[in-house]
């Protein structure tokens, strides 16, 4: 099967159409962007700072560049010129620094806050509590070159589809309990990105308006 093939069988067994497909394009050559490109696909999905800007500068500029991995905060500043959404905001501080530099690029950053919803030991996020501290917390309110505009979740690498649901559940149930809440006004919790190609169906059934979906279109990653 070729990529174009692989995009039309994923959106064939799409559970929810309006979800937005990030094609998660890490390790991948430019040359398998493109072909991406071309059979309509704008949104991409990076883990590494170096790897998405070098992308970004050598491909067209109507490409919306989702930053999905842990970033470090010095690395902030090589993104903020022209990333589309942060997926994985995880402390006050880096949305602080995200804050500073959106600031110094003249444009407001679009972010999500990663939540830790799976059972696996050393994933990257915020328990439902600290999720809670940060954004009722009143520094984050003044942070006005940042835009909170949902959740991020990944669940746990496994073969049970109970468990995935569940988490995937939870994730949803946390956001829809704090739209109850009063919350400051740049943050807006719309969307939930939830879903890989292992279990993206499970993940829209739960409610995810964001999937992030590599090795279903681009086959699998040769990692070093
Ligand atoms: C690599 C990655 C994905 C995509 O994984 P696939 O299983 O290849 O679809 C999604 N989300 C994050 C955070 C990733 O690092």
Redesign the pocket.
């Known amino acids: 099967m070729n990529l174009k093939e692989n995009l039309i069988s994923l959106k064939n067994t799409f559970a929810n159409p309006s979800c937005t497909l990030v094609a998660?394009s890490?390790t991948k050559p430019k040359e398998m962007l493109m072909q991406a490109y071309e059979a309509g696909v704008r949104d991409f999905g990076e883990?590494k700072v170096q790897e998405m800007s070098e992308k970004a500068e050598q491909l067209p500029s109507d490409i919306r560049w989702h930053m999905?991995?842990h970033l470090q905060r010095n690395k902030v500043k090589y993104i903020a010129p022209f990333v589309h959404l942060i997926h994985s905001v995880d402390s006050l501080k880096l949305l602080k620094e995200i804050d500073k530099e959106a600031k110094k690029n003249n444009r407001i950053i679009q972010v999500l806050l990663q939540v830790y919803i799976a059972q696996e030991e050393s994933k990257f996020g915020l328990d439902e509590s600290e999720l809670k501290a940060l954004l009722h917390a009143p520094e984050t309110a003044k942070l006005d070159s940042v835009k909170i505009v949902g959740l991020m979740g990944?669940a746990t690498y496994t073969e049970n589809e109970a468990q995935i649901r569940s988490e995937f559940r939870s994730l949803k149930s946390i956001a829809d309990a704090l739209k109850n809440e009063t919350l400051p006004s740049n943050v807006s919790l719309q969307e939930l990105s939830m879903g890989?190609?292992?279990d993206y169906l499970i993940a829209q059934e739960e409610g995810s308006t964001m999937i992030?979906?590599?090795?279903?279109i681009f086959g699998e990653r040769n990692y070093q």
Do not use: E
Not at 212 to 216: M, Q
């Open positions: 998660v890490k883990n999905i991995g990944m890989m190609s292992g992030r979906v590599g090795s279903a």
